[in-house]
């Protein structure tokens, strides 16, 4: 099980850049989400899917989007990137089904720097 | 607004001693808690939890422990090792599984 993989590790856009965080995970979770990491924030929730076909926005959607089109994949796209998105991204999984509501697994983050 | 708080960004704590981190909330309607632990370049890893019906749950060195009435949460960690040096965030959980964190405090326990 290689659990929760993202891509890329890091990143550097210009304003105004488009680009996709690739998040999947082969462990059958039903539950994904994305959250952003800032100094003194904690991680905040961007958007969250429980189950293929199906998402919801989170604290933080504003200028990110997500689908979710199979169980193991949830890309998130940022449309046009602006300096306030320079933050770490972490993915995360959880299966109810499994007991495993509220425990999420994380992957490693993608570190994304806008300029 | 801030509804899950960790006041203390950093604790130093000496090897073999206790560690107690604390954790405040603001939303009655949270119904489950969680601590993960967080090492520099990896994503946060899962360390304990607690349902809101119970005021203490422990999983070896790990103790988590619930004030609904001051909705207080802390983490306790007997003996410290150096291992355990990292970052600590408390979760609440809301609406199904949906998290939110506190800010986080960094931990450091000296050998």
């Known amino acids: 099980n290689a659990g929760v993989t993202q891509t890329p590790k890091f990143q550097v856009l210009k304003t105004g850049q488009s680009m996709t965080l690739q998040c999947a995970q082969d462990m059958n979770h039903e539950y994904m989400s994305w959250y952003r990491q800032d100094p003194g924030m904690g991680l905040r929730l961007i958007h969250y899917?429980?189950?293929?076909?199906?998402?919801d926005q989170g604290e933080v959607p504003n200028g990110y989007n997500v689908s979710r089109s199979t169980t193991e994949d949830f890309p998130l796209r940022l449309l046009s990137a602006a300096p306030s998105q320079t933050s770490v991204y972490f993915c995360a999984s959880s299966s109810p089904s499994q007991g495993l509501l509220y425990e999420q697994y994380f992957g490693p983050g993608t570190r994304l720097t806008v300029t | 607004d801030q509804q899950v708080k960790q006041n203390s960004p950093s604790l130093s704590v000496q090897e073999g001693r206790i560690s107690i981190l604390n954790c405040d909330y603001t939303n009655s309607m949270f119904d489950y808690f969680l601590w993960y632990k967080k090492y520099p370049a990896e994503g946060p890893t899962f360390l304990i939890s607690?349902?809101?019906?119970?005021d203490k749950n422990e999983d070896g060195r790990f103790t988590v422990f619930l004030n609904k009435s001051a909705k207080h949460l802390s983490l306790h960690i007997v003996p410290s090792q150096p291992g355990d040096s990292a970052v600590y965030f408390c979760a609440a959980s809301y609406q199904g599984g949906k998290l939110i964190f506190g800010q986080g405090t960094e931990l450091s326990v000296k050998p």
């Open positions: 899917s429980v189950g293929a076909g199906i998402t």
């Open positions: 607690i349902s809101s019906i119970k």
